[in-house]
């Protein structure tokens, strides 16, 4: 079955200190994968997505995400957490063929202590 | 980015009303446009795939009936949820994938996501 589980439900950082949220994937075809943040009430905004090429993808607000094939992951990292980064997170994967839909993990909550 | 906005952005209403929500792409056509519902603190299910042109494909336990999705246009998707319940409240995202050919496409399959309509059934 294609599922996308991001294990931690509920994460919290203090601000300066590193981030690693994890996301594993189930998919039958090649993944294209997507890291979104979503804030209250708010919609969702792409971080950074992996089609192909280099397994480690830069993506906005200072976020990076590197996919291990091996180990059906794509874990999203930033070296120093600001306190704008509280949010939801939700990793993703699709496929390429039109038409299809994107499969959500039920996404990680960040709290920012200071 | 592609935008894609939706229409109202919030809405409350009387139980057994029915409720419009309009999912624009603006700057690209799309073919296809998805429609997901999110309910509080879980995350996004998708409710219905929209093709233009032809007949939304609803997911298991999604009733056809209730949710009306209408995609009359390369650039406008509707969701009526006819007779609403109160447990019909819930955050509704619509997003669109560009086809070939319009200077939006992907071949990755990424969507553009609206920025989403909360509903209140009252």
């Known amino acids: 079955a294609q599922s996308v589980t991001q294990p931690d439900i509920h994460i919290t950082v203090s601000e300066g200190a590193s981030l690693e949220l994890r996301c594993n994937y189930s998919?039958?075809?090649?993944?294209?994968l997507f890291w979104y943040v979503q804030s209250p009430g708010q919609g969702l905004q792409l971080l950074l997505k992996?089609?192909?090429?280099?397994?480690l993808v830069q993506g906005i607000k200072g976020f990076e995400a590197e996919f291990k094939r091996s180990q059906s992951s794509f874990n999203l990292r930033k070296p120093s957490v600001h306190w704008s980064d509280a949010a939801e997170y939700f990793c993703a994967v699709g496929a390429s063929q039109a038409g299809t839909a994107l499969i959500f993990g039920k996404g990680t909550t960040l709290s920012v202590s200071s | 980015g592609a935008v894609v906005s939706q229409h109202p952005s919030r809405v409350i209403c009387k139980s057994g009303t029915s409720v419009k929500i309009e999912c624009r792409s603006l700057d690209f056509q799309a073919t296809t446009m998805f429609w997901y519902r999110q309910f509080p603190k879980q995350s996004l299910m998708l409710m219905a795939t929209s093709n233009e042109g032809s007949k939304a494909t609803y997911e298991q336990g999604v009733e056809k009936d209730k949710f009306l999705i209408n995609h009359a246009s390369l650039t406008l998707s509707t969701l009526t949820v006819t007779s609403a319940h109160p447990e019909d409240s819930s955050f509704y995202i619509c997003s669109a994938r560009a086809p070939p050919g319009t200077g939006r496409e992907s071949s990755y399959n990424e969507q553009f996501f609206g920025p989403g309509t909360r509903l209140t059934v009252l």
């Open positions: 998919y039958g075809a090649t993944p294209y």
């Open positions: 992996y089609f192909s090429g280099d397994t």
